[in-house]
């Protein structure tokens, strides 16, 4: 039986943080599947096998020459970004699969014809499940994970912390438009504040220790030994009501309490995460969340959320969906 072929298209590059799709695609490689990732940033690179069954190709035009040439015969075209729908009939892919992942002004125009053109819908919040699901009978909620091997794993104490005063309180990923740096300054006006990650098109408060980014793998070492994780958004912004963030799956994967601003994402993981309506409720959740952090109760609390918000239960969550197709629509995937 040959492998089954998953194909995701110029969007972001393979070693840019990361993110679900990287996630997806990696439990679909981990389960036989062929995978032809290709890379956002183009150039005449060979294919990079960058892990078993998982290939990253740097030229998405040779790509749709060995697609045309049948060399590659796609089974399921996942796609993320909205305008990647106009590349349906030149994949002729058996299953289209088109994910649901964030809500921006500049998508609106592609997001009509990139559910028409879907066979499944995949949705990351509640909030772009209710509003796909109003054009697609196919829609699924799949939220965010962690991995199954980042839940309590060995950790170091990071160098850089090793300087540090505690308590130590951590945002991690972008600073973008979505980011409440308002929240973040006001914290690091009491508690050592660190930002592992990067601007983007926001500045970081200047009482925050700059980290810069970190390997994926890494990353982990500086969820565990902080002592709690920042989850300021801005929710009178739709992209943060559509927004289900993975870090937050990644704080409770090394044990450690969230402390986020309220909206439908982040209500629904008791004790593992406390919300907050208001700055100072913010800041209350901060002292809260480092006094209850000191207990192994809390940390099993946030070990528990992590093992049943796994990256390996949602590509069981999406194989179910594209069983359900197959059986529905008659077509086999071989």
């Known amino acids: 039986m040959k492998q089954k072929i998953i194909l995701y298209p110029p969007t972001l590059n393979w070693d840019f943080l990361t993110q679900r799709p990287q996630q997806i695609v990696k439990q679909f490689a981990r389960r036989g599947w062929t995978v032809v990732f ?15 069954n998982l290939f990253v190709y740097h030229s998405f035009e040779e790509v749709l ?19 990647s729908a106009q590349y349906v009939e030149d994949i002729k892919a058996k299953i289209n699969i088109y994910d649901s992942v ?24 509640q909030f772009l499940y209710d509003l796909r699901s109003k054009s697609s009978e196919s829609t699924y ?27 130590i309180a951590l945002f991690s990923g972008a600073i973008g438009s979505w980011v409440d740096t308002r929240l973040i300054r006001k914290v690091a006006e009491k508690y050592t504040t660190v930002l592992v990650g990067q601007e983007f098109g926001k500045e970081c408060p200047s009482n925050v220790i700059k980290l810069g980014t970190k390997d994926h793998d890494d990353l982990y070492n500086y969820y565990a030994h902080a002592d709690v994780c920042l989850l300021p958004f801005n929710t009178k912004l739709e992209i943060t009501q559509a927004a289900c963030a993975i870090k937050m799956f990644e704080h409770m994967a090394a044990g450690k309490i969230t402390v986020a601003t309220k909206w439908m994402e982040t209500e629904i993981y008791d004790e593992a995460v ?18 209850l952090g000191k207990m192994d ?8 959320h992590a093992k049943e918000n796994t990256w390996e239960k949602r590509s069981e969550q999406i194989l179910k969906a594209i069983n359900d197709y197959c059986l529905k629509s008659g077509v086999i995937l071989d």
């Open 102 to 125: 964030d809500s921006f002004s500049d998508w609106y125009e592609y997001e009509d014809d990139a559910i028409k053109k879907a066979d499944i819908v995949l949705t990351s919040s």
């Open 274 to 291: 406390l919300v907050a309506d208001n700055d100072d409720e913010f800041l209350a959740q901060v002292d809260k969340a480092i006094e």
């Open 297 to 304: 109760t809390y940390k099993d609390i946030c070990l528990k």
């Open 65 to 83: 020459k060995l697609i045309k040439h049948r060399s590659i015969k796609v089974d399921i075209f996942y796609y993320t970004w909205a305008k």
């Open 141 to 167: 909620l799949v939220r965010n994970a962690c991995p199954e091997s980042y839940i309590n794993k060995p950790s170091q104490i990071p160098e850089e912390y090793k300087t540090l005063n505690g308590p």
């Open 38 to 52: 290709c890379n956002n940033t183009q150039s005449d690179k060979p294919p990079e096998e960058v892990e078993p």
